[in-house]
């Protein structure tokens, strides 16, 4: 079994149990954004210790670092951002599980970024897996509560969110590899520590100015918080780490579609952890977003 399997099957798992305890933060403490900001700003430190403490036990030097790779850092950090606090906000209109699916449109939008961006190509098998996630997205973007034709459903703010969060999650996977493939010369492990070093301290130095001009007091409440807020700094640092390592090892769109082994795992949360219903309409949803991945899975 290749490596990047197992990697990415753990990404997913840990990425779950970030997302509960985000939604827990931003439905009880936090707001959308400090929900983000307790992500990125109890990790930074965990991954430079980590990186630090490698370079001082193998005596190797930091490497250097290209224009391309901070350029593609930068996109994928910032991306990430608006992402995260898309799926945050999210939380407060749909349950978990539907909230985590909208998000996984990200899969084939990464498979349309990658084509772009880094020439990845998608053969017809491909652009019919991606027929299937249209309509999976479809199907999901009506809300309960809503009636009326099926194109209007696409502009309710649940939608909008899913959506929004699952284009700009795919920026940021193919943005990290793009940057993890600037230092090719690494190893495969190594690349993705520095890569996530980088990224992670840039986000927050991100977040710090952007709560410190738009949301004073958030800071205060992240740190006051930080008995939950902690271990979704340490989740999202293993969870990162996995994926930016699997990203070294394959194609972005095949690391995504595998992980798409969280959709089960929200599932079980919404409904053991959160107490969620799962309306029939919800788990068609679902089900047709995870047979369009498969799919798209046996394309690349």
């Not at 990404?11 to 439905?27: D, E, G, N, W």
């Not at 959308?32 to 490698?54: E, N």
Request: aromatic share 12%; with cysteine.
């Amino acid at each position: 079994m290749s490596l990047w399997i197992p990697i990415a099957i753990a990404a997913a798992s840990f990425q779950t149990v970030r997302f509960m305890l985000q939604k827990v933060l931003s439905s009880v403490t936090l707001s959308s954004a400090g929900a983000t900001f307790a992500r990125f700003v109890f990790s930074a430190p965990l991954i430079w210790a980590g990186l630090l403490g490698y370079l001082s036990i193998s005596g190797r030097a930091f490497p250097a670092l290209t224009a391309e790779f901070w350029i593609f850092a930068t996109i994928g950090g910032t991306a990430q951002i608006l992402a995260t606090v898309c799926v945050v906000a999210l939380f407060r209109q749909r349950n978990f599980a539907v909230g985590i699916t909208f998000k996984k449109t990200e899969v084939i939008q990464t498979a349309l970024v990658g084509l772009v961006v880094l020439g990845d190509q998608i053969n017809p098998v491909g652009w019919a897996a991606i027929a299937i996630g249209l309509c999976a997205v479809l199907v999901l973007s009506k809300s309960p509560q809503q009636t009326g034709p099926w194109w209007r459903h696409l502009s309710n703010r649940a939608s909008l969110l899913g959506l929004g969060s699952g284009v700009l999650f795919a920026f940021s996977a193919v943005s990290y590899r793009g940057a993890s493939l600037q230092l090719a010369e690494l190893e495969a492990a190594f690349r993705a520590g520095v890569t996530l070093a980088v990224v992670v301290s840039l986000q927050t130095l991100f977040m710090l100015v952007w709560l410190s001009l738009r949301e004073r007091g958030e800071i205060a409440r992240v740190w006051a918080a930080r008995r939950v807020a902690v271990w979704v700094g340490c989740t999202s640092l293993l969870g990162s780490f996995c994926w930016f390592w699997a990203f070294t090892l394959q194609n972005a769109a095949l690391v995504k579609a595998l992980g798409q082994v969280e959709l089960l795992l929200s599932l079980v949360a919404s409904m053991l952890f959160f107490k969620e219903t799962i309306t029939a309409r919800e788990i068609l949803g679902m089900g047709l977003l995870v047979l369009s991945i498969l799919v798209l899975l046996w394309s690349l």
